[in-house]
């Protein structure tokens, strides 16, 4: 979303700065209610556009060139307005303690806030060196990073922190010699305010350059446009090599891009300490059918994090797959001690116990997976399925009635339903049942052969052979039921 939350910001941003230069008044406030939508869909978009009031005062400083007196002596109200504006923002994102907010996010990760803070110093700087030289060797969905545990471990923090230092002081020289180069410096520094400062997200991402590089480019463009202005031909062969540069760069990290596994793969490939890139590359060869492989990957994921739960519950997946349903008991259990909250380890133990015969146990671990989502559309069916098979038909009822209540044209279940009201004399209920299935998945044939036996039921033969003849089921249907039916539907 970062890519649609930077365009929208952008728009917002020049919208702003076009009404703030034009002097048809009408005109001005089009703009003005452009940039308001813009900023409503960035934000909507993404966090990350909630600096856009700040980046609108800092505009009106240093595009505009006024002094900060004067700026703030002539613009209070508006600046007032923005910083409200900017509060609101955070308020609505972090609620009425923010404080809190922020901190609980740190329960969950492996690093402290003084950890982050100290650790997003050196992303800082790579993310600087990644602008700078973006090859597809260094770019990477997923960096791992050392966690600095204080200013000189590793030393690079501290040697990050002066490098950061050093160009805030030099765009704060830079003010009344050239705004345009402390705009764009302050631009690069401040779009990573949100997202690489003291909120506990992800150590490092790509993609949260998208905003701050905006800055680097503006100023790159600007060097070669006013810098090298007296040579007219350096600034054209520089700007030509650097977009033939990263065309083709472009052109060979697509290729990564192709699809999931090569996506992933490359991932794993750069960075051999990703748990998650195992994990993935375990996901697709399983969905693949190539259960073998999948093991493999979601043992290496677990080779580098035994806690992850996921991996667990996937390979267990993949053993029950296998046919190996002891190991995938293991893992399920194993998936369920580490995260306690999550059903699909006590839905997909279900499955497993109840092939193994054990029903009641099957039956347990479904309630289970219930309790724990009472949305879980799936544990609710296969909760139906086994209580049927095991001759509790009227809990079976309550647990299909529930399935249908949160997924109204499940197929399966509308279809088992209405078997089950046909089999006790319901059989208008049972009959709009069977409808809703076909209408829930027409490329299934289980209602089409019970609605045919429920009209036969009825003697209601003209019904029984426009669904027999009108669909793509007809042999299927047909071999369910007697010769002389077939024969006098085809008279």
């Not at 590089?213 to 062969?237: A, D, F, T």
């Not at 051999?272 to 993935?280: G, H, I, K, L, V």
């Amino acid at each position: 979303m970062n890519s649609l939350a930077t365009m929208f910001y952008l728009m917002a941003l020049l919208a702003y700065l076009y009404g703030r230069v034009n002097n048809n008044k009408s005109q001005s406030y089009i703009c003005y209610l452009i940039s308001l939508a813009g900023f409503v869909f960035a934000i909507s978009s993404k966090e990350i556009a909630a600096i856009l009031p700040v980046t609108i005062i800092m505009s009106e400083w240093l595009i505009f060139n006024q002094s900060f007196k004067q700026f703030t002596r002539t613009n209070l109200s508006k600046v007032l307005l923005l910083v409200c504006v900017s509060i609101l923002v955070a308020l609505v994102f972090l609620g009425e303690n923010p404080v809190d907010r922020i901190l609980v996010d740190y329960i969950y990760r492996n690093f402290s806030l003084g950890e982050r803070l100290l650790t997003e110093l050196r992303v800082v700087v790579f993310y600087v060196s990644l602008v700078i030289f973006p090859l597809p060797s260094r770019l990477n969905l997923i960096h791992e990073f050392e966690i600095s545990q204080s200013l000189f471990q590793p030393v690079t923090t501290i040697l990050s922190l002066m490098l950061i230092i050093s160009a805030l002081f030099f765009a704060i020289r830079m003010v009344n010699k050239n705004k345009i180069v402390t705009f764009c410096i302050f631009w690069f520094f401040l779009h990573l305010l949100i997202e690489s400062s003291f909120i506990g997200l992800e150590i490092i991402f790509e993609h949260r350059l998208y905003l701050p590089m905006v800055g680097l480019s503006l100023l790159l463009s600007y060097v070669l446009n006013e810098v090298l202005y007296q040579n007219k031909i350096l600034p054209r062969v520089i700007s030509i090599v650097l977009v033939i540069s990263l065309a083709v760069g472009t052109i060979v990290r697509n290729q990564t891009w192709a699809s999931e596994e090569t996506l992933w793969m490359d991932v794993a490939s750069k960075n051999q300490s990703s748990y998650r890139a195992f994990y993935n590359l375990g996901n697709i060869k399983t969905d693949s059918g190539k259960i073998g492989e999948a093991i493999e990957y979601y043992q290496q994921a677990l080779s580098i994090n035994p806690a992850y739960s996921n991996a667990h519950n996937n390979l267990g997946i993949a053993f029950n797959k296998q046919g190996n349903i002891q190991m995938a008991i293991f893992h399920y259990k194993i998936a369920m001690t580490l995260n306690p909250t999550d059903a699909f380890p006590n839905f997909n133990l279900a499955i497993a116990l109840d092939s193994l015969g054990r029903k009641e146990d099957a039956i347990f671990e479904n309630k289970a997976a219930i309790n724990k989502n009472p949305l879980y559309t799936a544990a609710y069916y296969n909760l139906a399925n086994i209580l049927e098979r095991s001759g509790e038909t009227n809990e079976a009822k309550f647990y299909y009635e529930k399935t249908i209540q949160l997924e109204p044209f499940h197929a399966r279940a509308n279809n088992n339903l209405g078997i089950l009201l046909a089999e006790v004399g319901e059989l208008d209920a049972a009959e709009e049942k069977f409808h809703i299935a076909i209408e829930g998945d027409p490329g299934f044939s289980g209602p089409y052969l019970n609605l045919t036996k429920l009209y036969l039921a009825q003697d209601n033969m003209q019904a029984a052979c426009v669904i027999l003849k009108s669909n793509k089921f007809t042999e299927e249907i047909a071999s369910e039921l007697s010769a002389d039916i077939i024969t006098l539907c085809n008279d």
